[in-house]
């Protein structure tokens, strides 16, 4: 669908990445991730036509993204950005209806199969309800996704997205993704987004493209970047390592030392995570060492018990153990 | 409830469940616009220091005779192209003002932000202040039109500016940066007109101040053949920029993505803004207050933020705006004429800060 050939980003003539020929295809959902600074933006700028790459080309369904017609290049792919619109006193609708613009003549009337897919496009994001309230009133994940039905009121082929989730509680990042997932399964639409949600990216992307600060750029799914250390070594930094298991990122400094742990199920994992928070490097089931703690289950409830220096001594919430094994 | 569950592909339930806002302007409050802007034209011809009935107004304009023999020439050598020039001034300012206040995304911005009305003051001022031998003999030189003098100065100093935006834009793609050199080349204005009153003989400073209070009524029926078609091509101009207008409410990138040819429509809108502000300026004075405050009134009352909307009704109301300023500024009944800035300032103001205040809709009308 939108394929790049030998494309290098950058400005100023400074080159961010090598040559890159990567593609994305009709029905799949992929995050643009990397630390700051590795020019996810100005990739995502460069694929939309709005930024010319210092050499190379982007292709859209065979044509140069830089020599299509822009209400053509309008008609095929959309963009939603971070920045925050304030358009007047512009309804959801209205501002929807702007994504018509590509479509409508000289006066910017709207047919009835153009009400249509606004309206179509509102319902499938959810803001069908918000549609008469006035744009400036809305919250920011409302607003969001009105501005994604805009960008679907074009009936792109391609979606590109800049951080869509940047200003949005957990929840309404979930959300988003979500939305943005089944928009390209349902709508066969490409859908790319930057974002710096390593954790939710790995749960919905279908691929992730992987910038890395030194320019490199690596593309997979995102089991896969996991599994080879792509990830990790994307992000290495200090005081911080890329947990290949949990998918996650996690603290490096282990002040505290070693400590077991036995048990199973949801207290034992959560027992894990609150060790590594407050410093401990946690081993699962070793007798060996020194500090051992055992989960089990007691009703409905949880009991941890711990074996140190100490004499055994159990304890009935997790507040109470964890308080004991912290170091001051 | 922050936003409703995502649903899937629309059913005919769900479309059928909402009611969906519709976009446009409606007919009731265009006519309602009209009623008010004819209204307004007709007492701007009955009212003044004479007052005409109603029915002696109708019979003139028909090309009859009024009851009294004087009152068809101060119907037609007077007050029609005062009403004219008040209401074609009303509609330039006002939709002047909104382009300048969306392509700025700027709520404080006005038809002379970009410094049209400082170019004419410089104009003018050059012309009505400087003793020299060249000014003066070009003050009698046109003395043969009257106030044409004036209004070619103010032109002149106009079209200057003008050119100068024209040429600026083409270059420089950031339109904030356009804000500030405007602003620039106002102070810088501001400050070589004050250096001429400085050095001006009180007389010729009297007739400048009497200028920049401004005036819909120094416009003659052979200045008119200028003034009217010039207003009415920027009017033009401007009424096929709505859409373009829409998508800059979102921004340049936005707009560009949408497929506005973004330099291109923001010369046009430069264009138009410009024209219309410049040629009132240079013929009325640099009227001010209707540039900013009509698009806001039309905001609020309209309940809108579409282009399509803005436009025509902050072109009625500015026109209405215009005329109902100059008919107090005649004092009806006396002989006395005030500045129609003063007008617009002292009665606008207030009914402007009730709007506003109750609707607070300027806060978040815009970025910032």
């Not at chain 1, 790049?4 to 080159?15: D, K, N, Q, V």
């Not at chain 1, 055994?312 to 094994?325: D, G």
């Not at chain 2, 070009?138 to 050119?163: I, K, Q, R, W």
Request: hydrophobic share 50%.
């Amino acid at each position: 669908m939108l394929a790049t050939e030998g494309l290098i980003i950058g400005y100023g003539g400074r080159a961010l990445t090598p040559p890159l020929d990567v593609e994305l295809r009709a029905g799949e959902l992929v995050c643009l991730i990397g630390p700051n600074g590795a020019g996810k933006s100005t990739l995502l700028r460069t694929l939309a036509g709005m930024q010319r790459p210092l050499a190379g080309h982007v292709r859209l369904g065979g044509d140069d993204v830089y020599r299509l017609p822009a209400v053509e290049l309008a008609k095929r792919l959309a963009i939603v950005l971070t920045e925050r619109v304030d358009a007047g006193n512009l309804s959801a609708y209205a501002l929807a209806a702007l994504g018509r613009y590509p479509y409508t003549d000289w006066r910017g009337t709207l047919t009835a199969h153009d009400e249509a897919v606004v309206r179509a496009a509102l319902t499938q994001v959810g803001a069908a309800p918000l549609a008469a309230r006035p744009v400036n009133e809305l919250s920011d994940g409302e607003r969001q996704r009105v501005m994604i039905a805009r960008a679907l009121a074009q009936e792109p082929q391609v979606l590109l997205l800049d951080e869509p989730t940047a200003f949005l509680d957990l929840p309404r990042r979930v959300d988003v993704l979500h939305l943005l997932a089944t928009l390209a399964r349902e709508r066969r639409c490409a859908v790319l987004l930057t974002t710096h949600d390593l954790d939710l990216a790995l749960r919905v992307a279908d691929r992730l493209w992987l910038l890395t600060a030194g320019g490199a750029f690596v593309a997979g799914l995102p089991e896969e970047l996991a599994l080879n250390g792509a990830l990790g070594g994307a992000f290495r930094s200090e005081g911080v390592e890329f947990d290949s298991a949990a998918g996650a990122f996690k603290m490096k400094r282990h002040p505290c030392g070693p400590v077991a742990l036995f048990g199973e199920g949801l207290a034992a994992q959560w027992t894990a995570r609150a060790l590594e928070r407050i410093g401990y490097e946690v081993h699962w089931a070793d007798p060996d060492l020194p500090l051992r703690v055992e989960v089990s289950a007691l009703g409905e409830g949880a009991v941890w018990r711990l074996n140190g220096a100490h004499s055994p001594r159990e304890y009935r919430s997790l507040a109470e153990l964890i308080e004991q094994v912290q170091v001051p | 409830m922050p936003f409703a569950e995502p649903s899937g592909p629309m059913n005919e339930t769900t479309a059928a469940e909402t009611t969906w806002p519709r976009l446009g302007l409606r007919r009731a409050a265009f006519a309602g616009l009209l009623a008010a802007l004819a209204l307004a034209f007709l007492l701007a011809l009955m009212l003044g220091s004479v007052s005409i009935p109603f029915e002696d107004v109708v019979r003139i304009l028909l090309g009859g005779e009024g009851a009294r023999a004087t009152w068809t020439d101060i119907v037609w050598k007077f007050r029609v192209p005062k009403a004219l020039t008040a209401a074609l001034a009303g509609a330039a300012l006002a939709v002047s003002g909104l382009q300048m206040q969306t392509l700025f995304r700027n709520p404080l911005a006005d038809p002379f932000v970009l410094g049209v009305s400082s170019g004419a003051s410089l104009g003018v001022a050059l012309v009505v202040l400087s003793a020299g031998t060249a000014g003066r003999l070009l003050v009698e030189g046109l003395g043969l039109f009257g106030d044409l003098g004036l209004a070619a100065a103010a032109s002149a100093g106009a079209g200057l500016v003008l050119a100068a935006v024209l040429f600026v834009s083409r270059r420089v793609q950031n339109t904030l940066t356009l804000l500030i050199l405007g602003l620039m080349f106002g102070y810088l204005t501001s400050a070589l007109v004050s250096l001429l009153i400085y050095f001006s003989a009180p007389e010729r400073v009297q007739a400048f101040s009497l200028w920049s209070a401004g005036s819909f009524g120094g416009v003659t029926w052979s200045q008119m053949r200028v003034f009217a078609p010039t207003v009415l091509a920027g009017l033009g101009l401007a009424l096929i920029l709505p859409k373009p207008l829409n998508a800059f409410l979102l921004g340049e990138t936005y707009a560009r993505s949408l497929g506005v040819n973004v330099p291109r429509t923001r010369r046009l809108i430069l264009l138009s803004a410009s024209l219309l502000a410049g040629v009132v300026t240079a013929f009325c004075g640099p009227v001010g207050f209707i540039g900013v405050a009509v698009p806001h009134l039309c905001r609020s009352i309209f309940n809108s933020g579409d282009h399509r909307v803005l436009v025509p009704t902050s072109l009625m109301l500015g026109a209405t705006v215009a005329l109902v300023a100059d008919i107090i500024a005649q004092l009806p009944g006396t002989g006395q004429v005030l500045p129609v800035n003063v007008i617009t300032s002292l009665f606008g103001v207030p009914v402007i800060l009730w709007v506003l205040l109750r609707q607070r809709q300027l806060r978040g009308s815009f970025a910032g």
